[in-house]
């Protein structure tokens, strides 16, 4: 077999190192043009593809999250109007209850007297201070001139019947169809009787003369019905003293009483009369 030389061993073996780092060369280069075409072809991908449905897909679900927010919205706003409604309600309710509470101890104490308890029908804001119509009539046993009360005191007289309604004249109207006999509880524990004849509407107060325009009658003393006229009893509470008038000869000329405190606001009331003798 023929054997090498030193020089051709040599060239062969320069010969094969050759070739391979020409091998090593073409597949770095050939797997850097692969890593090249890749890289171009992922952010062809991800820019006309896969980013503008990303972003679609963003909005879409931003809005369907907005629109389920609007709708919890508007679900929690409904839910708090039919909350601050129920609350309404049910403070009138407890206020319409307190005030038959109160009518009822009240008819306790008038054992002696008629009562028929009755609720507002109607007030009229163009006559608030002046008439209400309440659900009793003659066939309740309601005549003229009894006297109309809320928890706190007298509020008005019957100025007309009919069958199942009647009409009060409110004390707060300006001229009133009938003078209210009264009396005034003085400090001493006796009582100076008078009238109660208009309301003042500038002094928002009743205007009482009285028959002893000598008496000591201060603020704050309780003014209520003597029994000795009208169709009703005594010792109704009508308000209290707001300030006494004097003429020069330092004597009582007028006396303005602050009517009841809930005059202006009530659902419910009793006529009050005066027992039949039996």
Known sequence: MRK??????????IIVVLCILACAMFGLRQN????????????????????PLASVGNVINDFSNLWHAYDDNEYLSKQLAEQKNYQTAYEDEKNKNKQLEELLDMKGGLSNAKTISVRVLERSSDSW?????ISAGKKQGVQTNMLVATSEGAIGLIDSVQTNTSTVQLLTCQHLNNDIAIKVSLEDGSSVEGVLQSYDTAKKAYRVSLFDNDATVTKGQKVATSGKGGNYPSGILIGEVKDVSLNDDSIISTVYVSPVSNMNSFDYCIVIGKEESK
Not at 32 to 51: C, D, M, P, Q, R
Not at 129 to 133: D, G, S, V
């Open 4 to 13: 090498f030389t030193r020089i051709q061993k040599r060239l062969l073996t």
């Open 32 to 51: 850097s043009i692969t890593n090249i075409g890749y890289s171009a072809w992922t952010y062809l991908k991800y820019g006309l593809i896969e980013y």
């Open 129 to 133: 201070l002046q008439t209400i119509t």
